[in-house]
């Protein structure tokens, strides 16, 4: 006796688009270079922008004239792209009637206001050979205001003395207020001195006002570097200074040969006082170290007392050096007894930090406060680490080692995924997120915290966190994945694979941040099916309770089928979105378990409706159908109230192939009873 029993799902699907940024170099299109903000008529000689009256520029002998007028006031627009016919410059010498830093540019020695409007414009085959100390394309004497925007510079450039850079060789402490906006450098870069940079060589402040401003906006670095000399940077080598520094909206896409100490992606060496600030900034390409340490995507060193903070950053330059390289930061200490802080927030790496020797780190190299009696403060909040970090010794997914006294460190809501190795057969300190700490660290507190990352030495204890039994280190709802590390030494809760897997890990973690108030682009989240892990900024997972399961979704209210009221058959279905676009289809049904004896046999079919407006299904998908006999694979699970499951997934569902309405079909052979007990609807 057989009787087919029918249950028909209408399901919602959420379809997705994302769009992924490429940073890899690229030639310069007809569409960057038309982007003009105003058309200036041919025999203009003058213009007016947003209030503001330009001297208009053409050629390349008027751009190398530019001069202030008789209030010192320097206001220029390009009319056109400019080629400089690769014809070699090198920065003027200072005479009394020139600047006293030197410039290509010989714009006068009392630059009060300067105005570069590039106008969406270009300036190429710009061939530069400085030599001597301070140059750059434009002289830097001012005393007020500097600003470039919406240009993009074609160069390659050779600097044979220190403070050197394509823009500015030195601004020093007499500029308020430096601009730079919608401002790309491409091509090469060569430097055998210290303190130089695409943008600027060395930009000091500290002898002026805490007013002061150096501001990076939406500019970018794509250029071939070869750093020969210490503290070279993509876009300013030495940064010091009282006032404030921000970078916002910035990227660099690089291939850098570092030669020697301090090689950054954004800045060489970062000393001072004031505040630096990175927001939504982004580092790619490699850097490959022939010599040398403190390597880094974004600040190669700082050793400073100032405050520096990391907002909704990316690292993808891929480091490969000697030792104490990092993601983002080669190394940090402070400098005299002051209360400096780094902070980072929502930042990820995806660069693989590799060096030959210790002291390597996801996000930071090594962190030290060997002239401060007051307390470092380094904080990660809701940061993670794809990458992998690779070193000889003493090398963290996030932080390589806390050295010295007087350290707090702190990670809320962070996750470290990238795999950590060491490659001595001496190795003793290993972590999931710090690889050593010294014993004079004040403390080390972590909240809400995921390790999923192997962690992978020959030799020692292998650690989900860090290391130290000597430091104060609190963990608060943290988790790590079972099976890691061979050697595991730690206190956060240990949980399997397919725990992970489910969405459980996913929504403890979001439970608990709901609770301190976290928001939700700081949450954990996953999308089921797709991701194995939780993710930060990923979707939202909730829980739910079936015949005495409990079940994790991307939905937060379940769709339950309910029967007639005296049997005890009910469905229960997910829709879930894989990373490719396609869409699964999880179900699971609960049965009586009270007749299970008297079942003979029992099956599934699938079958999915056709797209709306007659569209028919792929052909791979058409008349789809998902057959799997329960008894005979073994997969029937005992619910504890005697209930029995069965779940399935169908995968692969083109989302532009299906209106979402599938049909369920359960076959059941046996007795009346057990297939009465086992009723969702009956079919016709």
Same mark, same amino acid.
């Given at each position: 006796?057989?009787?087919?029993?029918?249950?028909?799902?209408?399901?919602?699907?959420?379809?997705?688009?994302?769009?992924?940024?490429?940073?890899?170099?690229?030639?310069?299109?007809?569409?960057?270079?038309?982007?003009?903000?105003?058309?200036?008529?041919?025999? @203009?000689?003058?213009?007016?922008?947003?209030?503001?009256?330009?001297?208009?520029?053409?050629?390349?002998?008027?751009?190398?004239?530019?001069?202030?007028?008789?209030?010192?006031?320097?206001?220029?627009?390009?009319?056109?792209?400019?080629?400089?016919?690769?014809?070699?410059?090198?920065?003027?010498?200072?005479?009394?009637?020139?600047?006293?830093?030197?410039?290509?540019?010989?714009?006068?020695?009392?630059?009060?206001?300067?105005?570069?409007?590039?106008?969406?414009?270009?300036?190429?085959?710009?061939?530069?050979?400085?030599?001597?100390?301070?140059? #750059?394309?434009?002289?830097?004497?001012?005393?007020? %205001?500097?600003?470039?925007?919406?240009? %993009?510079?074609?160069?390659?450039?050779?600097?044979?003395?220190?403070?050197?850079?394509?823009?500015?060789?030195?601004?020093?402490?007499?500029?308020?207020?430096?601009?730079?906006?919608?401002?790309?450098?491409?091509?090469?870069?060569?430097?055998?001195?210290?303190?130089?940079?695409?943008?600027?060589?060395?930009?000091?402040?500290?002898?002026?006002? =805490?007013?002061?401003?150096?501001?990076?906006?939406?500019?970018?670095?794509?250029?071939?570097?070869?750093?020969?000399?210490?503290?070279?940077?993509?876009?300013?080598?030495?940064?010091?200074?009282?006032?404030?520094?921000?970078?916002?909206?910035? =990227?660099?896409?690089?291939?850098?040969?570092?030669?020697?100490?301090?090689? &950054?992606?954004?800045?060489?060496?970062?000393?001072?006082? &004031?505040?630096?600030?990175?927001?939504?900034?982004?580092?790619?390409? *490699?850097?490959?170290? %022939?010599?040398?340490?403190?390597?880094?995507?974004?600040?190669?060193?700082?050793?400073?007392?100032?405050?520096?903070?990391?907002?909704?950053?990316?690292?993808?330059?891929?480091?490969?050096?000697?030792?104490?390289? &990092?993601?983002?930061?080669? +190394?940090?200490?402070?400098?005299?007894?002051?209360?400096?802080?780094?902070?980072?927030?929502?930042?990820?790496?995806?660069?693989?930090?590799?060096?030959?020797?210790?002291?390597? +780190?996801?996000?930071?190299?090594?962190?030290?406060?060997?002239?401060?009696?007051?307390?470092?403060?380094?904080?990660?909040?809701?940061?993670?680490?794809?990458?992998?970090?690779?070193?000889?010794?003493?090398?963290?997914?996030?932080? +390589?080692?806390?050295?010295?006294?007087?350290?707090?460190?702190?990670?809320?809501?962070?996750?470290?995924?990238?795999?950590?190795?060491?490659?001595?057969?001496?190795?003793?300190?290993?972590?999931?997120?710090?690889?050593?700490?010294?014993?004079?660290?004040?403390?080390?507190?972590?909240?809400?915290?995921?390790?999923?990352?192997?962690?992978?030495?020959?030799?020692?204890?292998?650690?989900?966190?860090?290391?130290?039994?000597?430091?104060?280190?609190?963990?608060?709802?943290?988790?790590?994945?079972?099976?890691?590390?061979?050697?595991?030494?730690?206190?956060?809760?240990?949980?399997?694979?397919?725990?992970?897997?489910?969405?459980?890990?996913?929504?403890?973690?979001?439970?608990?941040?709901?609770? @301190?108030?976290?928001?939700?682009?700081?949450?954990?989240?996953?999308?089921?099916?797709?991701?194995?892990?939780?993710?930060?900024?990923?979707?939202?997972?909730?829980?739910?309770?079936?015949?005495?399961?409990?079940?994790?979704?991307?939905? *937060?209210?379940?769709?339950?089928?309910?029967?007639?009221?005296?049997?005890?058959?009910?469905?229960?279905?997910?829709?879930?979105?894989? =990373?490719? #676009?396609?869409?699964?289809?999880?179900?699971?049904?609960?049965?009586?378990?009270?007749?299970?004896?008297?079942?003979?046999?029992?099956?599934?079919?699938?079958?999915?409706?056709?797209?709306?407006?007659?569209?028919?299904?792929?052909?791979?998908?058409?008349?789809?159908?998902?057959?799997?006999?329960?008894?005979?694979?073994?997969?029937?699970?005992?619910?504890?109230? &005697?209930?029995?499951?069965?779940?399935?997934?169908?995968?692969?569902?083109?989302?532009?192939?299906?209106?979402?309405?599938?049909?369920?079909?359960?076959?059941?052979?046996?007795?009346?009873?057990?297939? @009465?007990?086992?009723?969702?609807?009956?079919?016709?």
């Amino acid at each position: 006796m057989k009787r087919i029993l029918i249950v028909l799902l209408t399901l919602a699907v959420l379809l997705t688009t994302v769009a992924v940024p490429t940073l890899a170099q690229e030639e310069t299109t007809q569409e960057e270079t038309e982007r003009e903000l105003v058309s200036i008529a041919d025999d @203009a000689t003058t213009v007016e922008l947003n209030g503001v009256t330009y001297q208009v520029v053409r050629t390349k002998a008027e751009f190398l004239a530019m001069k202030p007028n008789d209030e010192y006031v320097a206001n220029f627009i390009l009319a056109n792209d400019i080629d400089f016919g690769n014809e070699e410059l090198k920065a003027q010498m200072g005479t009394s009637d020139e600047p006293s830093t030197p410039g290509v540019v010989n714009a006068g020695n009392k630059l009060h206001n300067f105005i570069l409007e590039g106008n969406g414009h270009r300036i190429f085959n710009l061939k530069l050979n400085f030599t001597a100390s301070g140059s #750059g394309l434009f002289p830097t004497a001012t005393y007020r %205001t500097l600003t470039i925007r919406h240009l %993009t510079v074609e160069t390659d450039a050779t600097f044979g003395a220190e403070k050197c850079g394509v823009l500015f060789g030195s601004i020093p402490k007499d500029a308020r207020e430096t601009l730079l906006e919608d401002v790309t450098i491409k091509g090469t870069i060569s430097s055998s001195s210290s303190k130089c940079g695409a943008f600027i060589g060395s930009y000091d402040n500290s002898a002026n006002e =805490s007013t002061n401003k150096l501001t990076f906006s939406g500019c970018a670095m794509k250029a071939q570097i070869d750093a020969g000399a210490i503290q070279t940077g993509g876009y300013v080598g030495f940064l010091s200074g009282t006032g404030t520094v921000s970078f916002t909206d910035c =990227s660099v896409d690089a291939q850098i040969t570092a030669g020697n100490n301090r090689i &950054g992606g954004y800045v060489g060496s970062l000393n001072g006082t &004031g505040e630096v600030s990175f927001a939504n900034c982004t580092s790619a390409g *490699e850097m490959t170290g %022939t010599g040398g340490k403190w390597f880094s995507g974004f600040v190669s060193a700082i050793y400073t007392t100032c405050n520096v903070t990391f907002t909704d950053c990316t690292n993808e330059m891929n480091l490969n050096g000697n030792q104490k390289n &990092g993601g983002f930061i080669g +190394g940090c200490s402070s400098a005299s007894n002051a209360t400096p802080t780094v902070t980072f927030r929502r930042c990820v790496n995806r660069g693989s930090v590799t060096g030959t020797g210790s002291y390597q +780190g996801g996000f930071v190299g090594e962190v030290g406060n060997n002239k401060s009696t007051t307390a470092y403060q380094l904080s990660f909040y809701a940061c993670t680490n794809l990458g992998s970090v690779t070193g000889s010794n003493q090398s963290g997914g996030m932080v +390589g080692i806390v050295a010295d006294k007087n350290l707090d460190v702190l990670f809320s809501d962070c996750a470290n995924v990238g795999t950590v190795k060491a490659t001595s057969e001496e190795t003793k300190y290993t972590g999931g997120y710090i690889g050593r700490v010294y014993d004079g660290a004040k403390s080390l507190t972590y909240t809400r915290c995921l390790s999923a990352g192997t962690i992978d030495a020959p030799k020692g204890i292998t650690y989900s966190t860090d290391y130290n039994d000597d430091v104060k280190c609190v963990l608060t709802d943290c988790y790590d994945l079972s099976g890691i590390s061979t050697n595991r030494k730690g206190d956060s809760n240990e949980v399997s694979e397919e725990r992970m897997r489910s969405g459980e890990v996913t929504f403890l973690l979001r439970s608990a941040q709901k609770a @301190a108030g976290v928001s939700e682009a700081e949450r954990f989240g996953q999308t089921i099916g797709a991701e194995r892990i939780p993710l930060i900024g990923g979707k939202a997972v909730y829980e739910h309770e079936f015949d005495g399961r409990k079940y994790y979704s991307g939905n *937060e209210s379940a769709t339950v089928i309910q029967p007639e009221e005296e049997n005890r058959a009910k469905a229960y279905y997910q829709t879930m979105q894989a =990373s490719d #676009g396609t869409q699964s289809v999880r179900i699971v049904i609960c049965m009586d378990g009270a007749y299970l004896n008297e079942i003979e046999a029992l099956s599934l079919e699938v079958v999915f409706g056709t797209a709306t407006g007659g569209k028919k299904l792929t052909a791979d998908l058409e008349d789809v159908h998902f057959w799997r006999s329960i008894l005979a694979a073994g997969e029937l699970a005992q619910a504890a109230d &005697g209930c029995v499951l069965m779940a399935f997934v169908v995968e692969g569902i083109p989302a532009d192939a299906w209106n979402g309405e599938l049909s369920v079909s359960m076959t059941v052979t046996g007795s009346e009873r057990a297939m @009465a007990s086992y009723t969702l609807t009956t079919a016709d």
